[in-house]
């Protein structure tokens, strides 16, 4: 089942009178489950391309469907809750509020979308760390826990409230080759277990083993899009 | 809710220095306010006091002549009655009135005495000593020997006017002074009491003898030169004033009198519920000049966290819901600066409310005005509850600006801000 869908895709940033294209006429689907990473040089689009699909921002020209809904004209306010209650980002520096402990960042995203007791939520909170291997550290505030254990609250963070898909920009650039491991195995996992679609922007190759499918983005368009056999729901 | 109030509150601890700082700069204005509305009130509820007590009574009636040429102290314009009947009959009918509880007559005149290096200017005040003190409780005042007494020849004066005149209780002085056919005589009294008052007006230059020997030297039989009319309280004067007026109008004397309630007997008090007005303006700008350190706060908050802004609307924060949680934060520290602050200057209002201000220094050379010199600030819960509202509110809207900016901020901009 097709999640998202981009036609002809373009993005122009204005820099005083000057017009720069960061994506070019990309046309591109993603399905339900994919575990997707999007490669390619700094400045090839990248990160435009994950802000277009996760509703951060508008093309300036093509259209984008999400889950079988046309983004185009829909209002900030809509593409806030699309945001809310579907999209679940990961971030390279991990971008966790310093003065919430491990358990209240992930909290942070369950308030956001449902209205369950404090019981209820206190348990989802803590399934979902324990899922990420965060058990006992959930009083810790970010400063108290390494790069690997902060990028775990952020996967918690972005896996709690059930997302249809997860975006992860560089999630792996700032933590060791070791722990990059880990924290793609548990993604992994999560792909497998809930069918989350995942889709990757990265320089790591070991993230590029992983993936099911392999997008190369260079000068705006896409240059290479292939499937992989490593991971995946599909594979 | 409770999340983002949670949330607001520990954000104010990233930066413990930045958010101490804009907490006392909005303590600072609060007890600024809690402190100086309570040295106003103190001020106008002790001159109000004042005034009413030794100038206009609840409701004055004077002559309208007298009330133009008030100052000359002029006593051609007497109250006589409502058509010249005379005082008494005037006083009964007006003390029949539903809420006059008091009727106090009044002669003021001006005399002089001189001592052996200098002539001394004062007031006298023909007053029934019974109905005086109930009205201004006159023999609390008193330092030494007794109040004056109808029928005789006897005075009772402050212990500076005591002071210049080199007098004692016992005593006799002689004053010199101009009748109401403008005859130049003096008399001499024996002085039989002294009061203390704070009020130089009352210490320095008035002396009280009994109004019926008043009015015999003055040559003003059954007259006064004002009634004051005294009701169950200030505050309820304006009801019964209408009763009082209508009574005169029956009589053909609101042409001849001037029937006046407190507020309208001097212009001096009208001022005081102007300046009244004009402080809160001043409330209100101190509480906003506070703010500035919190505006500039919440700009360097919103700056520094525009990567986590931007992660927030990522999560699916809409802009409104960022601005309530600026908002908040701000209005943390709001709540936390004017809940020390109202504490604060409540603690040092309440302390002065007992001790008072002495502003006597500053305050010489003013013995005309009945001011007292020493202040005692009003300490009420009202005012803290009042400086404590202003400013949470006005700290809270202040921050709408950062905020506003927080909330417009486009969720991919926020985050390149990486």
């Not at chain 1, 956001?112 to 899922?131: H, P």
């Not at chain 2, 005294?230 to 001849?256: G, H, Y």
């Not at chain 2, 919103?302 to 699916?316: N, Y």
């Not at chain 2, 908002?327 to 007992?354: D, H, K, Y």
Request: proline share 3%; net charge negative; charged share 20%.
């Amino acid at each position: 089942m097709t999640l998202i869908e981009l036609k002809g895709v373009e993005k122009i940033y204005q820099q005083g009178k000057i017009e720069v294209p960061a994506l070019k006429g990309i046309d591109l689907t993603v399905e339900t489950g994919e575990f997707t990473t999007i490669f390619g040089p700094s400045g090839s689009g990248k990160t435009t391309l994950l802000n277009m699909i996760g509703c951060l921002d508008k093309p300036t020209a093509g259209q984008i469907t999400f889950d079988q809904r046309e983004l185009g004209g829909i209002s900030k306010k809509e593409l806030a809750l699309i945001r809310r209650y579907n999209i679940g980002f990961v971030f390279q520096s991990y971008n966790l509020i310093p003065v919430l402990t491990a358990f209240e960042n992930v909290e942070f995203a369950v308030r956001l979308v449902n209205n369950r007791n404090d019981k209820e939520r206190r348990q989802i909170v803590l399934n979902i760390l324990a899922a990420v291997g965060l058990e006992g550290l959930e009083n810790r505030r970010p400063n108290e826990l390494s790069g690997g254990q902060k990028q775990r609250v952020a996967i918690a963070r972005a896996l709690v409230k059930e997302p249809k898909l997860i975006l992860a920009d560089e999630p792996t650039a700032n933590l060791d080759s070791k722990t990059s491991i880990e924290i793609l195995e548990i993604m992994v996992k999560m792909n497998q277990q809930l069918k989350t679609t995942f889709i990757f922007s990265t320089h790591d190759p070991q993230v590029m083993e992983y993936a099911s499918r392999l997008i190369e983005i260079r000068d705006g368009e896409v240059s290479i899009d292939q499937k992989g056999e490593k991971a995946g729901v599909y594979s | 809710m409770i999340f983002l109030w949670n949330l607001a509150a520990k954000n104010l601890l990233r930066n413990r220095l930045r958010s101490i700082v804009s907490i006392i700069a909005i303590a600072i204005s609060v007890a600024v306010i809690v402190f100086t509305r309570g040295l106003l009130m103190g001020f106008i509820d002790s001159t109000f006091s004042l005034y009413i007590q030794y100038e206009t009574g609840h409701i004055k009636i004077v002559n309208q002549e007298y009330r133009l040429k008030q100052r000359l102290l002029s006593l051609n314009y007497p109250v006589d009655g409502f058509n010249g009947e005379g005082v008494a009959v005037m006083t009964d009918q007006l003390t029949e009135l539903e809420g006059i509880e008091l009727v106090v007559p009044r002669i003021k005149f001006g005399a002089m005495a001189s001592t052996e290096h200098e002539a001394i200017t004062m007031l006298g005040w023909g007053v029934d000593p019974v109905l005086e003190d109930r009205f201004t409780k006159i023999e609390e005042k008193l330092v030494a020997g007794r109040m004056i007494q109808n029928g005789e020849k006897e005075i009772v004066l402050g212990n500076g006017l005591m002071e210049k005149l080199n007098k004692r209780v016992g005593d006799k002085v002689t004053l010199l002074y101009t009748d109401s056919f403008n005859s130049f005589k003096g008399v001499t009294f024996r002085i039989v009491g002294v009061i203390s008052s704070n009020l130089p007006l009352i210490n320095e230059r008035i002396f009280f003898l009994p109004l019926d020997l008043a009015q015999h030297l003055l040559e003003m039989p059954d007259q006064v030169t004002e009634l004051l009319l005294i009701t169950p309280n200030a505050n309820q004067a304006d009801v019964f004033f209408p009763a009082v007026e209508r009574l005169f109008s029956a009589k053909n004397a609101l042409s001849r009198y001037s029937v006046l309630t407190w507020q309208e007997a001097n212009e001096f008090l009208a001022y005081m519920d102007l300046a009244l007005k004009i402080y809160d303006l001043i409330y209100i700008f101190l509480v906003l000049l506070s703010s500035i350190v919190v505006i500039n706060t919440m700009v360097m908050i919103v700056k520094e966290r525009t990567q986590e802004i931007g992660m927030m609307a990522a999560l699916g924060l809409q802009g409104r819901d960022i601005l309530k949680l600026i908002v908040m934060e701000g209005a943390v520290m709001g709540i936390i600066g004017s809940l020390l602050g109202s504490l604060f200057g409540g603690m040092i209002t309440r302390f002065l409310s007992v001790h008072g201000i002495d502003y006597s220094q500053a305050m010489s050379g003013m013995e005309g005005f009945l001011i007292d010199p020493i202040i005692f600030p009003s300490f009420s819960v009202d005012h803290m509850v009042f400086a404590f509202i202003l400013g949470v509110v006005v700290t809270a809207i202040a921050c709408i600006f950062p905020a506003r900016r927080a909330a417009r901020l486009e969720p991919s901009e926020a985050l390149r801000d990486l």
